[in-house]
């Protein structure tokens, strides 16, 4: 079977029986870290960088709405605003590689980096969720190559409504949709 076809099972799978969230992040990173050791399996119509932002195209959607897996393709130098998530997510490392650096949100709305900026090279999972941390700024860490990272996450999140934070910690809104999908809302 198609190695993505068999992740989305197993993924399905690990959710049947309910899981906690630490459950599914733990297992969900092996079934993860497992699917992007080999990029060979992704279609290159989900793999093509834009000039000018990082693109989000959804892989899969589950039919429950319970997860949702995207292809995030970064060109040279592209990076994320500070944001949250709101929900659990996984992030696999496919190629290439980036830089993420965590924030803290402190009582008067400002912001902090939390801890020294990580790397998280090909081949390897990160994790999110509002309780073990959801705020971060992501960028490629290579200014002259595409790199590429899948992300899992708790349900349909190109609908999610979350927010990206300016310098001094602003909320503001957004809901990101996705790169191939025409948004309905
Ligand atoms: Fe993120």
Do not use: C
């Amino acid at each position: 079977m198609d190695p993505f076809e068999s992740f989305i099972q197993d993924f399905g799978a690990l959710l049947e029986s309910n899981p906690s969230e630490q459950v599914i992040l733990d297992r969900g990173a092996g079934l993860l870290g497992a699917l992007v050791q080999d990029d060979r399996w992704l279609p290159s119509s989900f793999a093509v960088a834009d000039v000018e932002r990082y693109r989000q195209y959804l892989l899969h959607l589950d039919p429950r709405k319970r997860f949702s897996v995207v292809s995030f393709v970064w060109g040279p130098g592209q990076q994320t605003p500070v944001h949250d998530h709101t929900v659990w997510g996984l992030i696999g490392m496919l190629r290439g590689a980036e830089m993420e650096q965590h924030y803290v949100r402190l009582p008067d709305g400002s912001l902090l980096p939390d801890g020294e900026p990580q790397r998280l090279e090909t081949g390897q999972v990160d994790k999110v969720s509002p309780r073990i941390g959801d705020l971060h700024r992501v960028s490629n860490a290579f200014a002259d190559r595409t790199s590429i990272s899948i992300h899992v996450y708790e349900g349909d999140i190109g609908a999610v409504e979350r927010s990206t934070y300016g310098a001094d910690g602003t909320p503001q809104h957004f809901v990101s949709g996705y790169s191939n999908v025409e948004n309905v809302n």
